[in-house]
C-alpha cells in the first residue's frame, strides 16, 4: 500500500512542474496582426528618419488573413503567401523574392500575443488596437 502511495505522490509532483501549454486553438490567427518594432517609441522612430522625402520603416509585421492566407511587410513591399499551423510553429510560405530567398518564414508560437521569428530570433508582439504604438 505504501509503495502504491509513494507512486501515485511521485506522479502528482512530477506533473507540478509540467509546463502548461498556452498554444491557441489551430485556427485563431485568422485576422490577427503581429508586429516586430524597429524603435522602442514613434519619437526614436520620427527622430531616426533622414531629412529627405524617403522615410524608413518603424516596423514589421504580419497580417494572417482568412483562408490560411497571410500578408508580411518586412521591408516596405507587402508579401502574400499561405500559412499553416503545425504544432507550436507557423509556417509562411511565399514565392520567392528577395526578402525571402527560400520562400519561407518560420514563426515559433510562443504564447496567445507573442511569436517568435526562427531564422533570426526576433520576437514579434500581437497588435493591440490601431496603432503599433500601443
Not at 67 to 86: C, F, M, N
Not at 90 to 107: C, H, K, L, Q, R
Amino acid at each position: 500500500m505504501k509503495v502504491k502511495l509513494l507512486f501515485i505522490c511521485s506522479i502528482f509532483f512530477m506533473a507540478s512542474f509540467c509546463e502548461r501549454n498556452e498554444l491557441p486553438k489551430k485556427n485563431s490567427f485568422e485576422n490577427e496582426t503581429f508586429i516586430f518594432l524597429y524603435f522602442k517609441t514613434e519619437k526614436e522612430c520620427l527622430d531616426a528618419q533622414p531629412s529627405s522625402d524617403f522615410f524608413i520603416n518603424c516596423h514589421s509585421e504580419i497580417n494572417f488573413l482568412e483562408e490560411s492566407v497571410a500578408e508580411i511587410i518586412l521591408t516596405d513591399i507587402i508579401w502574400r503567401g499561405e500559412y499553416k499551423v503545425e504544432k507550436k510553429n507557423i509556417i509562411v510560405t511565399f514565392e520567392d523574392n528577395y526578402e525571402v530567398a527560400d520562400g519561407t518564414i518560420v514563426f515559433q508560437i510562443m504564447n496567445k500575443s507573442k511569436l517568435k521569428r526562427l531564422d533570426d530570433n526576433t520576437v514579434w508582439n500581437k497588435m493591440v488596437g490601431n496603432s503599433i504604438w500601443d
